[in-house]
């Protein structure tokens, strides 16, 4: 069960989290075991089942979980549970980065990766400006404000997962039921809730501003069409109250309160095309 913001409140709100890696009393690893749904036997189901789990927004939530469950437990500023946080966040922090390094290769593959094995991540000389998108990034996201001093982050939008349809951008929409007929230039700003469809981005992004450029073509008949690309301005990164974050944001929000750490901002370079055609 996931805590209340209240709960957690309980707990000192100044408290340092250390980087992995930092110097801290020796408890062993301090790794959690991330479990995929329990499939009986061996065998090509129960891999499919496990690299499935890796790949679904699951295992994060699990992860944050883990970690909430303990921090309720044990306190916030324990040095065991300082040591607990940092190994955990430090496994994500590793599988992102090599999400970014190998492109292509599965998040269980990520996590797992022998060289530099996981328990050997630093954050101080093995974080990356550059976040994957994937499963893994809401919790480096987390990390990014607990130890980053601020310095600024990127994930390219293509890796983000956007679903934008035309006729939710209002000036396409109102141009479409005017009633007119022909080619128009499109060029505005626009908000867009990426939590609506996806808990992953919307966990570290939330609503973003985008801005689309493009061309409608509207037929005599009433059908149209719309060509054109996406691109997005940089998003802030902090734990200001919301309602769009959903489960995962809201326990990063939760975990985030309970640390001193830096807002930041996060680059969201490229750009993405979009081409879709209606009847009004």
């Known amino acids: 069960m996931l805590l209340t913001y209240k709960e957690l409140c309980m707990e000192t709100l100044t408290v340092h989290a250390p980087s992995p890696s930092t110097n801290l009393p020796s408890y062993g690893n301090g790794a959690f075991s ?3 749904p329990h499939v009986p036997g061996a065998g090509p189901l129960l891999v499919q089942v496990v690299y499935s789990f890796f790949q679904s927004p699951n295992m994060c939530l699990q992860a944050l ?4 469950d303990y921090i309720k437990k044990h306190g916030a500023s324990n040095p065991l549970t300082l040591q607990i946080i940092s190994t955990n966040i430090g496994y994500f922090c590793n599988a992102d980065r090599n999400l970014v390094l190998h492109p292509g290769i599965s998040v269980y593959d990520a996590y797992h990766f ?3 094995a996981p328990s050997q991540y630093d954050y101080r000389s093995m974080n990356m400006k550059q976040m994957s998108g994937n499963v893994t990034t809401p919790i480096v996201a987390l990390a990014h404000y607990l130890w980053g001093n601020g310095a600024e982050r990127s994930v390219n939008i293509a890796n983000i997962g956007l679903k934008i349809s035309p ?3 209002n000036q396409i929409k109102d141009i479409i039921k005017s009633g007119v007929v022909g080619t128009f230039p499109v060029s505005t700003k626009f908000t867009h809730a990426t939590g609506d469809y996806n808990v992953i981005t919307g966990a570290y992004l939330g609503n973003i501003t985008l801005k689309t450029e493009g061309t409608l073509t509207i037929s005599a008949n009433g059908s149209w069409t719309y060509n054109g690309v996406v691109r997005s301005y940089d998003d802030k990164y902090d734990f200001n109250a919301s309602t769009h974050r959903g489960i995962i944001g809201e326990s990063l929000t939760r975990l985030g309160a309970m640390f001193s750490g830096k807002e930041y901002q996060i680059l ?3 750009e993405i095309h979009i081409k879709e055609s209606g009847k009004r």
């Not at 979980?65 to 909430?68: A, F, R, S, W, Y």
């Open 268 to 270: 969201l370079p490229g």
């Open 114 to 116: 022998a060289k530099p």
């Open 34 to 36: 991330l479990s995929a």
């Open 167 to 169: 006729m939710k951008i």
């Open 65 to 68: 979980t883990q970690l909430e």
